[in-house]
C-alpha cells in the first residue's frame, strides 16, 4: 500500500492544533455567531413589519378589485336591461306609422269585455291586461292600432319577464286613453287598489312622475333628444305593492308620443351587488340627490358608519374606475353607475380589516418571533454542540485515518487513483493489484484500459457508472468487470477515482436467460406451425362439408329438414370462424401477420358492413343505424380487409348481446378540425352490458366476461383479443365504456393517413358487368381427392358450367391438350405435379388460359408462389358458390389473350378471399330465417362467428 493513502483520503494534516490557536479560533466564531444572529433578528423585525404592511395593502386592493367586479356586473345587469327596452322602443317607432289593424276578433272582443280584457299568450308565458276607456265617441274601433301593438309586444314582454327577471311590464297612450300590462292582473282588483274609476284616471295614479307631463314641449324635447330608456329612483309597484326598480322609456312618432313602456325590476338586481358580509362595512347606491336608494350592512356595521360614509361621498367622482380615499380610520370606494345618474359608494374600517386579516396577521407575527426565537435557540445550541466538541473531534480523526486506510486495503472490489490524462497510478488496493498481475501478457495494462474507457464516453462527464469492461485472464478466462470512474481532484491535479467489481456470474446468467428466449421463440414459432398445419388439415374437410350444405340447400327439403340444414350451415360457419380466429391470433404472437396499405373508401367499408349485418338485426327485431362523418377523407390508406373484420367483430358482438334496443355504427375525426386526426370507429349497443371486473379482462385471448356466456351466447372469447391486436398493428387503440344492462361502446382510435387525390385519367372502356349471364364456360378441375373434384364439379353444374375431371397434373395436361378450356380450377398440393408446377408448365407452353388455385394454407408464402408461378387467383378452402361464381365470371369475362393482372394472385389470396370469407359467413348467418334462428337456441355457437368473444 502506497505511504500517502492518508493523504489521499484527506488526513494530511497534523495530529494536534496548538490550545492558542484553538481558543483563539473559538472566540472569533463565537463572535461571529452572535453577531450574525443579532443582524438576522433585524432583518426578521424589518421582514415582518413590510409583510404585514404588504398584507393590508393586498387585502384593500382585493376589496377594490370586488368592488369594480361588482360594479360591472350591475353595468351589465343594467345596460342589458336598458338595451332590451331601447330595441322594443326602436322597434315600435320604426313599426309604428305602417303598423296593421288589429284583427277585427280582438277589437270585437275587446268591445265585448267593455275596455277590460286579457289577451291569452302563449301557454309558457303569462297573459297581458288591456284596459281602454269607450265611449261613443271612442269605440273599440279606436284602438285598433293599440291592440295591434299590444298584440306583438305580447310575446316579447313576457319572454323578457322570464329571462331577464322582469318584475312586471306595462305600456300605455299618452293621452292616457289606453294601458295594457303584463302579467296580467286582476283589473277589478286593480281599479279598487287605486280608488280610479276609468283607465284615464289609473294611469294618472300609476305614471312614474319622474317623467315629467308628456304634453309639456320642453319634457317631450328632453325626452326625445335623450333617446335612451331612463331608470327611475325605487317606487312600489302599483300591481303587486313590492318595491321595485322602474326603467321606462316613451316612443315618438313625428317627433310626438305615442306610448310609454316602463319596466319594474326587483330591487335585487342591484341590492344583488352589494356586499353585506363582513364586519363593519356598509354598500349603498346613492342617487343624484344624495338620497339613499338600497343599502346593505355589515353583521356589524353601525349608523355611525354609514353616515361617515355618506359624508364622504360628496366629494367629486373619478370619471371611470373607482375612486379610493381614505380618511378618518374610513376607507371609501366610489363610482358612478352610467345611465342612472347614482353612485355606488362602499366603505370599511379597520375593524373590517382586523376582522378579516386579524388572525393571519397574528399568526404572522408569531411565526417571525418564533422564528426570531428558533435562530436564537440554533445558534446557542450551535455553539453548545458544534464548536466547543469541534476541537475534541478534530483530536478523533487521526484516528480514523488507519481504520480508513486498512478498510481500503481489504475492500473486495478494485480501487484505484490515476492521474489524468497521463494514466499514472497514484494509489490502488490489492484487488486492483491482483487483476493487472493476472491480466493476459501482451494485453495493454488495465490502467490503462480503464483510462481510455473514460476517454472513450462523450463529454468527459464528471461520474461515468455502470461500464462493462471484459478482462482476458493469463489462463484463457474472461473476467467481466463493472467499473465506474469518478473525475475529482488530488493534491492539485486532476485525477481519475476507479472502481470495478466482478460480474462475470451474473454475465453469464443473461446469456443464458437469453438463450432460454430464444428457444421460448422458437418454441413460439413451432407452434405457430402447427396451428397452420392443423387450419389446413382442418380446412380440407370442411371445404368438403360447406361446399356439400350449400349444394344440399339448393335441392328441395322439407320444413324440417330446411331447419336442421341451417343448424347445421350455421354450426360449420361457426367452425370456420373459430379456426380463422386461431389462425389468426397466432400470426399476429408469431409476427406473421402483415398489413396493407392500399386506397379504400373508409366511408363505403362502413356501410358495406351495415347491409351484411342488416338481416341478422331485422330478424332480432332490432335498429342498426350509420352515422358516418361529413369531414371524413373521400379515400384513406390502409388495410380495408382487416378494418373490415375489426367492424364484422364489433357489430356482431353487439347484435348478440342485444335482445332490444339498438346498434350504432359511427365514423368520425377525433378533431373534426383537423383533417389529419385520428379516425374513431365507435360501436354502441342498447345490450346487458359489463361490469368493471369484466371489462378488465376483456381483451384477454379465451377469456369471457363469465363462464355462463359461451353456453348462453357462443364464441370462443377471441374475437375482441384479435381487435386489440389488429388495433395495436395498425398503431391505434381500442377503448371500452360499459354498465351492466346499459349498454356497451367500444371506440377504436386508428391514425389513417389520407390517401392523396389520383390524377385525372382518360376515361376507359365500360368493364363488362360481372353480374350478368355469363357464357357457357367449360373448366378443368384438378385435384387429387376424388370427393374433392366431385364437391367443385357438382358446384360448378349448379351454377350452370361444365367440367371435365383430372387427378393429377399430367393427366389435366393431356385433358388441356385435347380440348379447349375456359378456365382451370387446380388444388395446390398434390402429389406428383403440384399445383404450382402445373401452371408453370401451362405458361411455359405459351397458354393464356385463368388459372385459379384452390389451397387451405393462408400464410403469406402462399402469395409469393402463386404469382411466381403464373396463377391468377387463389381462393382458400372452404369455397362458397357465390365465391366460386364471382371468380369464375371474372375470369372468363376477361379477354382471353390479355395478360393477367399484376399481382393479381395476391390479391385474391392475401386481402379480397379473406374479405370475401368474412363478408359471406356474415350473410350466411344474417340469412337464416327467423324460424331457424328459434331453431339454433338450443346451439349455442351457431353465431360464434359473428361473436369470436364473450363479451359485448
Known amino acids: 500500500m ?69 360594479r360591472a356586473l350591475l353595468h351589465l345587469e343594467l345596460f342589458v336591461r336598458q338595451g332590451s327596452v331601447r330595441i322594443n322602443i326602436f322597434h315600435e317607432e320604426g313599426a309604428w306609422e305602417r303598423r296593421a289593424r288589429a284583427p277585427q276578433s280582438l277589437v270585437d272582443s275587446f268591445a265585448a269585455h267593455d275596455g277590460r280584457l286579457v289577451l291569452p299568450s302563449n301557454k309558457d308565458f303569462p297573459p297581458m291586461l288591456l284596459l281602454g276607456d269607450l265611449s261613443p265617441q271612442r269605440p273599440a274601433d279606436a284602438f285598433s292600432q293599440y291592440l295591434g301593438l299590444a298584440e306583438e309586444v305580447g310575446y316579447r314582454s313576457a319572454a323578457y319577464t322570464k329571462t331577464l327577471t322582469l318584475h312586471s311590464s306595462y305600456f300605455y297612450a299618452p293621452d292616457l286613453s289606453f294601458l295594457a300590462v303584463v302579467p296580467a292582473p286582476a283589473a277589478a282588483d286593480l281599479f279598487e287598489r287605486h280608488g280610479a274609476r276609468s283607465t284615464e284616471d289609473l294611469i294618472r ?49 313625428d317627433g310626438k308620443p305615442f306610448v310609454v313602456l316602463v319596466n319594474d325590476y326587483p330591487l335585487d338586481i342591484i341590492t344583488a351587488h352589494l356586499s353585506n358580509e363582513r364586519h363593519d362595512e356598509v354598500s349603498m347606491f346613492v342617487g343624484a340627490s344624495g338620497r339613499v336608494i338600497a343599502e346593505t350592512h355589515g353583521p ?76 436564537w435557540a440554533a445558534l446557542i445550541l450551535l455553539d453548545r454542540k458544534v464548536f466547543r466538541p469541534g476541537y475534541a473531534r478534530s483530536q478523533r480523526i487521526v484516528e480514523s485515518e488507519n481504520l480508513n486506510r486498512t478498510m481500503v486495503a481489504t475492500t473486495p472490489s478494485g480501487l484505484a487513483l490515476l492521474r489524468y490524462p497521463s494514466g499514472e497510478v497514484l494509489l ?83 446469456r443464458a436467460l437469453e438463450s432460454a428466449r430464444e428457444a421460448a421463440h422458437q418454441a413460439n414459432h413451432a407452434k405457430s406451425a402447427f396451428l397452420a398445419m392443423m387450419s389446413h388439415e382442418i380446412r380440407t374437410p370442411l371445404n368438403a362439408i360447406m361446399g356439400n350444405l350449400e349444394l344440399l340447400q339448393r335441392s328441395p327439403l322439407s320444413a324440417a329438414q330446411n331447419e336442421r340444414l341451417g343448424a347445421v350451415t350455421s354450426s360449420s360457419t361457426a367452425l370456420l370462424g373459430i379456426i380463422n380466429d386461431i389462425l389468426d391470433f397466432s400470426k399476429i404472437e408469431s409476427d406473421q401477420m402483415r398489413l396493407e396499405s392500399i386506397r379504400f373508401d373508409l366511408a363505403d367499408t362502413a356501410r358495406q358492413v351495415i347491409t351484411v349485418f342488416t338481416p341478422l338485426a331485422q330478424s332480432k327485431r332490432l335498429a342498426l343505424d350509420c352515422v358516418v362523418g361529413d369531414d371524413l377523407a373521400p379515400h384513406y390508406l390502409g388495410d380495408p380487409t382487416r378494418i373490415r373484420q375489426l367492424l364484422m367483430n364489433l357489430l356482431s358482438n353487439a347484435i348478440k348481446f342485444t335482445d332490444t334496443g339498438d346498434v350504432l355504427l359511427e365514423v368520425y375525426l377525433k378533431d373534426d378540425t383537423d383533417p389529419a386526426s385520428p379516425v374513431v370507429i365507435g360501436v354502441s349497443d342498447t345490450g346487458i352490458g359489463m361490469t368493471v371486473a369484466q371489462q378488465q379482462a376483456l381483451f384477454q385471448p379465451f ?14 372469447g377471441l374475437g375482441l383479443a384479435l381487435c386489440r391486436k389488429l388495433t395495436g398493428l395498425m398503431g391505434g387503440d381500442i377503448q371500452v365504456v360499459s354498465a351492466p344492462g346499459k349498454g356497451s361502446t367500444f371506440l377504436v382510435t386508428l391514425p389513417l393517413p389520407a390517401a392523396p387525390a389520383l390524377p385525372a385519367r382518360v376515361a376507359a372502356p365500360p368493364i363488362a358487368d360481372t353480374q350478368a349471364a355469363a357464357p357457357t364456360a367449360h373448366i378443368l378441375v384438378v385435384d387429387d381427392h376424388p370427393a374433392n373434384r366431385e364437391l367443385v364439379k357438382m358446384q360448378l353444374e349448379a351454377l350452370g ?129 327467423r324460424s331457424q334462428l328459434a331453431s339454433t337456441r338450443s346451439y349455442p355457437s351457431a353465431f360464434a362467428p359473428f361473436s369470436r368473444t364473450g363479451i359485448s
Open 300 to 375: 356589524t356595521s353601525t349608523e355611525g358608519l354609514q353616515a361617515r360614509a355618506l359624508q364622504r361621498s360628496q366629494a367629486s367622482l373619478a370619471p371611470n374606475g373607482a375612486t379610493l380615499q381614505y380618511g378618518d380610520g374610513l376607507f371609501t370606494l366610489r363610482a358612478p353607475i352610467a345611465d342612472a345618474g347614482w353612485t355606488y359608494l362602499y366603505a370599511f374600517s379597520w375593524r373590517t380589516i382586523a376582522s378579516e386579516l386579524g388572525l393571519r396577521l397574528a399568526l404572522y407575527a408569531g411565526a417571525m418571533l418564533l422564528l426570531i426565537a428558533f435562530v
Open 703 to 716: 377469456t369471457q366476461a363469465d363462464s355462463s356466456i359461451a353456453r348462453r351466447f357462443g364464441g370462443t
Open 205 to 253: 295614479r300609476i305614471a312614474p312622475p319622474e317623467l315629467g307631463d308628456l304634453n309639456d314641449p320642453a319634457v317631450v324635447a328632453r325626452l326625445r333628444d335623450s333617446g335612451t330608456a331612463v331608470w327611475l329612483p325605487p317606487a312600489v309597484s302599483p300591481f303587486t305593492g313590492e318595491t321595485v326598480l322602474r326603467l321606462a322609456q316613451p316612443g315618438f312618432h
Open 801 to 929: 358450367y361444365t367440367s371435365d375431371q383430372a387427378s393429377g397434373g399430367l393427366q389435366a395436361l393431356d385433358l388441356f391438350a385435347t380440348r379447349r378450356h375456359d378456365l382451370i380450377i387446380t388444388d395446390i398440393n398434390m402429389p406428383g405435379m403440384d399445383g404450382y408446377t402445373l401452371a408453370r408448365a401451362l405458361r411455359a407452353q405459351g397458354s393464356r388460359v385463368p388459372i385459379v388455385a384452390l389451397t387451405a394454407d393462408v400464410a403469406v408464402r402462399e402469395r409469393e408462389r402463386c404469382e411466381s408461378a403464373g396463377i391468377d387467383t387463389a381462393l382458400i378452402k372452404p369455397i362458397l358458390l357465390d365465391t366460386l361464381e364471382q371468380t369464375v365470371r371474372q375470369l372468363t369475362l376477361r379477354d382471353p389473350g390479355a395478360a393477367p393482372p399484376p399481382n393479381a394472385a395476391s390479391g385474391h389470396l392475401a386481402s379480397e378471399q379473406s374479405e370475401n370469407e368474412y363478408a359471406q359467413r356474415a350473410v350466411d348467418a344474417a340469412r337464416l330465417t
Open 2 to 70: 502506497p505511504s500517502d493513502l492518508p493523504r489521499f483520503f484527506g488526513f494530511g494534516a497534523s495530529r494536534a492544533t496548538p490550545r492558542g490557536v484553538i481558543s483563539l479560533l473559538n472566540r472569533y466564531q463565537r463572535a461571529l455567531l452572535y453577531v450574525g444572529g443579532t443582524v438576522t433578528s433585524l432583518v426578521l423585525l424589518a421582514a415582518t413589519g413590510v409583510m404585514l404592511s404588504s398584507q393590508v395593502r393586498d387585502y384593500v386592493a382585493e376589496r377594490q378589485g370586488e368592488f369594480n367586479a361588482r
Open 428 to 510: 490502488q488496493n490489492q484487488v486492483m493489484q491482483a487483476c493487472t498481475d493476472n491480466a493476459r501478457p501482451g494485453d495493454p495494462p488495465l490502467p490503462q484500459r480503464l483510462l481510455r474507457l473514460y476517454d472513450d464516453a462523450p463529454g468527459a462527464p464528471e461520474w461515468l457508472p455502470d461500464l462493462e469492461l471484459p478482462v482476458t485472464l493469463a489462463s484463457g478466462d474472461v473476467t467481466e468487470l463493472l467499473v465506474s470512474v469518478v473525475r475529482t481532484k488530488y493534491q492539485g491535479s486532476d485525477v481519475l477515482l476507479c472502481n470495478f467489481s466482478d460480474i462475470t456470474t451474473r454475465k453469464n446468467a443473461e
